[in-house]
């Protein structure tokens, strides 16, 4: 009797529990419905209840649909969380991610701290500390730096087109954005390590480096919303397991974190030639801490893994984005070719090596206005860019958002805002960064004020100049060079949307362009 008195106690006391977790369920369920500040913000039901709804749409690698339809459907404001809303908005830009405006970014980038590096500028949210980690390395990014280094770029570039002949000749396709991604990972090898990695002379993701970047950046932006974040994979009971079962880290960040610890100690044993021309890593180990002393290897690991994990992806998919649309509009692609054509023809002879320089490329207007039409329809990171609301609170499009919500941005989404863009703003048209045809110099000025393909602010992305002149290289050099299509005309690529935006299946024919 006295046991199944003490089971009907137990019996009770779970009863018990239960009641109290559904009813503390509920009331959080009631106040996020009804009594939430953001209640008024439209947005999917689910949303308004748990981060789930968000976390399950960025699993599913469709976010650039999602995003797009969320805005058409509810407007310029929509609540994707029951703390967070996604803005389309002139004003929301500015006033959030604007210079000055001391919005912060939010503790969701926590998820970046990556074992064993140091924090990179990229994801601290500590506005003295981001200023001084960007400064001590602002110099490496520098367009005057970068140009200096265009002949590296260009031996890479070299390696690729002697390739990519290779293939024209035979009539074999290609997937064009591997290839980019080979150049792009080549590329930054050489301007931040010395040499290149080795993907376009082995055709191959050398060491599974790609693949275990890519795993990363999916696992982590995904895991930014789920408690504990990374933690998950970084604690003492996962690192063991996976030394168990297959030898290493289950970490998949930590292979590349491995072969970029490897570098920075091959070049501090072995510094090499002192005549030979410095390279971003040497700037990295000659780097300083705040309080004077000497980079220290976790701080040096942390701009090695920025260069190399996250400048390569933001190029090769730039490269792709405006490629597609060449292709796709056959017009233009010729339009390209007979500018550059014509600047071969201004700044030659040149033998079959060479390029034209960027600086000639640059100035190139309509060569410009594609890339940029090519990547304001397709930035490289099109997920939700969170900052903390300003400490006062903002309206946006008659919502009212107070200081302890979230607003976030999707580059993909305000790239495409009409009132900005115009009503065609969904569409590839160049010519709205020419001017004529009703567009004015103010006009294209605004435009680009409130463009976010590199994202905005003091925040923009340091390695914009470098992507810019590869991408500009890249396709003065392929229209050039190629008659291209694609492969399958009905469905020309797939995209798959994980922080970075990448088109998979975009498989190119290319012809040797008779000269």
């Known amino acids: 009797m006295h046991e199944l008195h003490l089971y009907k106690i137990s019996l009770n006391n779970i009863g018990a529990c239960v009641l109290l977790s559904a009813s503390f369920l509920l009331s959080v369920i009631f106040f996020r419905i009804f009594l939430h500040p ?11 209840i748990t ?17 797009l339809d969320l805005h058409r459907r509810y407007g310029p404001v929509v609540r994707v969380s029951p703390n967070e809303v996604s803005i389309v908005s002139r004003k929301g830009l500015v006033e959030v991610y604007g210079h000055g405006k001391g919005t912060l970014k939010t503790s969701w980038y926590d998820v970046w701290d990556i074992s064993g590096m140091n924090p990179s500028f990229f994801f601290v949210q500590n ?25 590296n770029i260009e031996s890479i570039s070299q390696s690729l087109w002697t390739k990519l002949d290779q293939f024209a000749q035979t009539g074999r396709h290609i997937n ?8 792009a990972f080549d590329v930054v090898g050489k301007v931040a390590l010395g040499q290149p990695i080795g993907f376009i002379e082995e055709s191959r993701d050398v060491m599974g480096l790609i693949s275990s970047i890519h795993t990363g950046f999916r696992l982590m932006s995904i ?14 009971v996962m690192r063991g397991l996976g030394r168990l079962i297959n030898g290493t880290y289950v970490s998949p960040y930590d292979h590349f974190t491995e072969w970029s610890l490897q570098q920075i100690n091959n070049r501090i044993q072995n510094p090499g030639d002192k005549d030979r021309s410095p390279d971003m890593l040497d700037h990295f180990i000659s780097m300083k801490e705040p309080d004077g002393s000497s980079a220290t290897i976790e701080s040096v690991l942390g701009e090695v893994g920025n260069i190399i994990g996250a400048g390569a992806d933001t190029t090769s998919i730039g490269i792709a984005a405006v490629i597609a649309q060449l292709i796709s509009h056959k017009d233009h692609y010729y339009r390209v070719r007979d500018e550059v054509d014509k600047a071969y023809q201004d700044h030659g002879p040149l033998n079959e090596s060479e390029e034209l320089p960027f600086k000639v490329l640059e100035k190139l207007p309509y060569l410009g206005a594609c890339i940029k039409e090519a990547l304001r329809l397709h930035p490289s990171i099109l997920w939700q860019l969170p900052r903390e609301a300003p400490k006062q609170g903002i309206d946006i499009s008659g919502y009212y958002i107070p200081p302890s919500a979230t607003i976030s941005m999707s580059p993909l989404a305000q790239n495409r805002d009409k009132d900005t863009f115009g009503p065609d703003a969904n569409n590839f048209n160049p ?38 002149i590869e991408i500009t290289k890249f396709v003065a050099e ?14 020309p690529l797939r ?21």
């Open 38 to 48: 953001l209640r008024g913000v439209p947005g999917p039901f689910i949303a308004r």
């Open 223 to 236: 895991f930014g919303y789920i408690p504990g974040q990374m933690f998950w994979f970084n604690n003492p």
């Open 127 to 151: 506005p003295r500390q981001h200023s001084f980690l960007r400064k001590r390395v602002a110099g490496v990014y520098s367009m005057t730096a970068l140009l200096s280094l265009e002949k």
């Open 176 to 183: 064009l954005h591997t290839w980019a991604t080979y150049f």
């Open 478 to 491: 392929f229209t050039r060079r190629y008659e291209a299509d694609y492969v399958n005309k009905e469905q």
């Open 431 to 468: 010519t709205r960064w020419t001017v004529g045809n009703g567009n004015s110099e103010a006009k294209i000025r605004d435009m680009d004020k409130h463009l976010a393909t590199f994202g905005y602010g003091g925040r923009v992305c340091a390695g914009r100049n470098l992507a810019m």
């Open 495 to 515: 995209l798959k949307s994980q922080w970075f935006s990448y088109q998979s299946d975009m498989l190119v024919r290319l012809v040797p362009r008779k000269k």
């Open 51 to 67: 981060e789930i709804w968000r976390t399950y749409r960025y699993y599913n690698y469709d976010w650039h649909k999602d995003i």
